[in-house]
């Protein structure tokens, strides 16, 4: 069964704008710390943005003040709003289970992923 889908990717110009969704099970969504990682072709995947089951979010240096992680509780539903995009931005993007270190900015992959959407910026 699948329980994280993403969707929302596409091709843009730099600068614009494209907004990622992730649909989960309730079983994941409900009790997770969420996030989003990210892997470009021959890179390592990379956590992205974050948001705690409290609402606390994390970002990735890249991505601050360009990206907004939020999530929707009523649909089970990830965000993440990314503005300003830029060609380092093209990767696959994930969404994901996390645990978080407490007092920390430290998350882990607990095991659940997306299939993964692609987010290509041109230049």
């Known amino acids: 069964q699948v329980e994280l889908v993403e969707s929302g990717g596409g091709l843009v110009q730099a600068g614009g704008s494209l907004r990622l969704s992730c649909v989960a099970s309730?079983?994941?969504?409900?009790?997770?710390?969420m996030g989003w990682y990210r892997q470009a072709p021959g890179k390592k995947r990379e956590l992205v943005a974050a948001?705690?089951?409290?609402?606390?979010?994390f970002y990735d240096d890249s991505v601050k003040g360009r990206f907004t992680i939020s999530r929707d509780y009523p649909k089970n539903t990830l965000y993440l709003q990314m503005n300003g995009l830029k060609p380092e931005d093209t990767a696959t993007y994930y969404c994901?289970?996390?645990?978080?270190?407490?007092?920390?900015?430290?998350?882990?992959?607990?095991?659940?992923w997306g299939q993964g959407t692609q987010v290509t910026v041109s230049s």
């Open positions: 994901a289970t996390l645990t978080q270190t407490p007092y920390t900015d430290t998350f882990y992959p607990t095991g659940d």
């Open positions: 309730r079983r994941l969504f409900s009790v997770n710390t």
């Open positions: 948001i705690s089951g409290g609402g606390y979010t």
